[in-house]
């Protein structure tokens, strides 16, 4: 009949206990650090300049140029627009 904790494993069971047990306490806290981490970029908070850091702020006909650039809107309406920006 065997007894013990280690059910017949020996010190190999229970470093690999022992192991698995460390893993898990480390999954917790990088998982606590990473929702902190994403919750804390996802926060509502603006600066007061209106744009966040590291955002590239362009004007209205830049913008306007990458619409035409990516084919949201025809020559026309581009041309249309652009004379409305001026």
């Known amino acids: 009949m ?7 494993w020996g010190l190999f ?9 460390l893993v898990i306490v480390g999954a917790v ?8 981490r994403h919750s804390a970029d996802a926060s509502p908070a603006a600066p007061s300049s209106g744009h966040t850091e590291g955002e ?3 004007s209205p006909k830049e913008a306007l140029q990458l619409r035409y650039v990516r084919g949201e809107i025809t020559r026309e309406q581009y041309l249309t627009m652009l004379k409305d920006l001026e």
Do not use: D, P, R
């Open 2 to 8: 065997m007894g013990g904790c280690c059910s017949g």
């Open 56 to 58: 590239t702020v362009i």
């Open 29 to 36: 806290i990088w998982f606590v650090f990473w929702l902190v």
């Open 13 to 21: 069971g229970g470093v690999v206990g022992w192991l698995v047990g």
